[in-house]
């Protein structure tokens, strides 16, 4: 006698409906969600953008890309902290 359960995969939230809704990133998100060493390849790619941005613009491409990172490494600041 063998017991089968099915489990019931709960509906996708609207985030992430919206997240793979989106063109780009969205191709990317289903990609990650696949397989995650995807995001390695990802990080390369913007890497290399930065790095070209930077040859193409010069110093005010790296400010401007570190101005942008800010909120990010705040809320990383804000998330370490709790408790």
């Known amino acids: 006698m063998s017991v089968t359960t ?3 995969a709960a509906p996708p939230s609207l985030a992430s409906r919206i997240l793979h809704a989106t063109p780009v990133i969205g191709h990317i998100a289903r990609d990650i969600s696949r397989d995650i060493s995807t995001i390695y390849y990802v990080l390369m790619i913007l ?4 790095v070209l941005a930077i040859q193409t613009w010069g110093f005010a491409a790296l400010v401007l890309s570190a101005v942008a990172f800010v909120p990010v490494m705040f809320c990383m600041l804000i998330w370490i902290t709790l408790p």
């Open 6 to 8: 099915t489990a019931v």
């Open 47 to 50: 890497l290399t953008l930065l």
